[in-house]
Antibody
């Protein structure tokens, strides 16, 4: 069965960067786009961007352009998301989602001084 | 930037029918998707391509589309259906995806 296992919770100071990984199994990694979505406390779901693992092509939501980087590693079937210049309002649960149908368990990122 | 509009809240009694709408300019040419979100859990896809239901999703969940609006219908609402529901779609250029603001379903 499809499984997406994300890395553990992170705490960062404002201005720092954070990387979250998502290891996929149970399907052909390069056959499906991977999305990243986040949800801040008390807020709605927010689409961040998408990566095509077969060629590494990415599209980022305009809000995150310039400080978001998504990468894929076909040797380990893992996609990663790095967000830089963190602010307190980046505190959220971050999710990877295969074609928006199967989701990782979520990774809590806390940004606090 | 592209936006999808949902009502903030819907309330129904158990056994009744709940309808949640989602409107957006690109919906006449783009599919709508629906997710159920409960606290502490990952989102769950319940409707894709306007009206298709993934395996394992109860038949009481259905979706429809008309013009610039997609609708999620929950027939015979149960207490366990109390959750936040989000629609999602792509913009007209098929480049950017967006979620609606979410609708809190309360089962009275």
């Amino acid at each position: 069965q499809v499984q997406l296992v994300q890395s553990g919770a992170e705490v960062r100071k404002p201005g720092a960067s954070v990387s979250v990984s998502c290891k996929a199994s149970g399907y052909t990694f390069t056959d499906y786009f991977m999305h990243w979505v986040r949800q801040a406390p008390g807020q709605g779901l927010e689409w961040m961007g998408i990566i095509n693992p077969s060629n590494g092509n990415t599209t980022y939501a305009q809000k995150f352009q310039g400080r978001l980087t998504m990468t894929g590693d076909t040797s380990t079937s893992t996609v990663s998301m790095e967000l830089s210049s963190l602010r307190s309002d980046d505190t959220a649960a971050y999710y990877c989602a295969r074609a928006l149908a199967d989701w990782g368990q979520g990774t809590l990122v806390t940004v606090s001084s | 930037s592209y936006e999808l509009t949902q009502p903030p809240s819907v309330s129904v009694s158990p056994g009744q029918t709940a309808r949640i709408t989602c409107s957006g300019d690109a919906l006449p040419k783009q599919y709508g998707y629906w997710y159920q979100k409960k606290p502490g859990q990952a989102p769950l896809l319940i409707i894709y391509k306007d009206s298709e239901r993934p395996s394992g999703i109860p038949e009481r969940f259905s979706g429809s589309s008309s013009g610039a609006t997609v609708t999620l219908t929950i027939s015979g609402v149960q207490a366990e259906d109390e959750a936040d529901y989000y629609c999602q779609s792509a913009d007209s250029s098929d480049t950017f995806w967006v979620f609606g603001g979410g609708t809190k379903l309360t089962v009275l």
